[in-house]
């Protein structure tokens, strides 16, 4: 999708303005991370400043968040995603983070083509499963693809050497690409869920194994205004699925007792963020904090919609489970001991 400057709001350009100032010298946006692990301290928003992430997805693992991202890399000029591989990051503060080397790439998956969209990392019994979009090689359209690791910084291989979903089992939106962005999520009774979609928004309970459907397709109502971007998390008793609303995309979210649904509308939890028609969140709950992490267009002052970079901020809940929008901010998050 190419970015028209109508799109642009003039409240953003401070921000570009501000923000674009902190890259790194000496080290050009599209490189990749070194073979060794290397340490960064993020001073605000962004949080990485030395190479382009996004669609983020976090998860908690043993006193550490590890952050998954995309990885744009554009030429400068290109109006249109270049991402080939995956990026990893953790931390034990939220300020000082160490950098792995790429744990997932898409010639992991001998049956796909290219396109390292969205996805996200969970884990189960010791294993970590990575459930990523990708353009298919045979089949049209993009696809979802899960891969496996030891070990939350990788290295992954294809689980299953195929892929899990592919354009032509969703009917509904006749695109190629409404199939993307996964979430997973399991519940307390040990059930996975996936859930994915462009245009419209689907799920399936998967089997122990983490790699096969258990049961079929089922599309999600009750999502107004639903583009892609689902995102589903659990806070006292209450399920909560986010979303990416509109284009250029708000996130916004419903409630539920069930991760079945049925799912209640409650409002926009973040606005459009800085030049950037996508958002894409992952929430997160790290040492008595609530995190929501996202991405904008703040390190460039144009084609920032293929150029994205990550974001955190805090996310507070109200007395009746509701969710308070989310206030986006060049400060950032504090260190947590």
């Known amino acids: 999708m190419k970015i028209k400057n109508t799109l642009l709001l003039s409240a953003t350009c401070a921000v570009i303005v501000a923000l674009s100032g902190f890259i790194k010298p000496g080290k050009p946006q599209t490189d990749k991370p070194s073979i060794t692990d290397t340490t960064i301290h993020a001073d605000g ?4 400043r030395h190479e382009y992430t996004a669609d983020p997805a976090a998860m908690v693992y043993k006193d550490k968040v590890y952050l998954y991202t995309g990885h744009d890399v554009a030429p400068k000029g290109r109006q249109g995603y270049v991402m080939h591989d995956w990026l990893c990051f953790s931390s034990s503060d939220m300020v000082t983070w160490t950098e792995h080397p790429s744990p997932l790439d898409v010639k992991a998956f001998a049956w ?3 396109d390292a969209w969205a996805g ?3 884990e189960r019994n010791g294993k970590f499963y990575w459930y990523v979009a990708i353009s298919h090689g045979t ?13 939350p910084t990788g290295p992954f291989k294809d689980a299953r050497g195929s892929a899990i979903i592919t354009n032509d089992m969703t009917m509904d939106s006749k695109i190629s690409w409404d199939d993307i962005d996964p979430t997973i999520f399991i519940d307390d009774d040990g059930q996975a869920y996936l859930y994915w979609g462009n245009t419209n928004c689907y799920y399936i309970k998967l089997k122990p194994n983490m790699i096969e459907a258990d049961g079929p397709i089922v599309k999600v109502e009750g999502l107004p205004h639903y583009t892609e971007a689902p995102w589903l998390h659990k806070h006292k008793g209450w399920y909560y699925l986010s979303y990416a609303y509109e284009f250029p995309e708000k996130i916004a979210y ?3 007792k069930s991760p079945k649904g049925p799912w209640v509308y409650k409002g926009i939890l973040n606005e459009i963020a800085g030049n950037s028609n996508t958002n894409h969140q992952a929430i997160i709950d790290f040492k008595g904090k609530t995190y929501f992490i996202y991405h904008n267009g703040a390190l460039v002052p144009d084609a920032g919609s293929f150029h994205r970079s990550v974001c955190i901020d805090y996310l507070y809940y109200n007395p009746d489970g509701t969710m308070k ?3 986006m901010t060049s400060e950032g998050v504090a260190a947590v001991k």
């Not at 928003?45 to 990485?48: H, K, L, M, T, V």
């Not at 089949?139 to 070990?151: F, L, M, N, W, Y």
């Open 45 to 48: 928003n962004p949080i990485i």
């Open 139 to 151: 089949i049209h359209g993009k696809s979802i693809g899960v891969a496996v690791s030891d070990s």
């Open 120 to 122: 996200q990392v969970i």
């Open 254 to 256: 419903a409630m539920s």
């Open 112 to 114: 796909a083509k290219d």
């Open 325 to 327: 929008r989310v206030v």
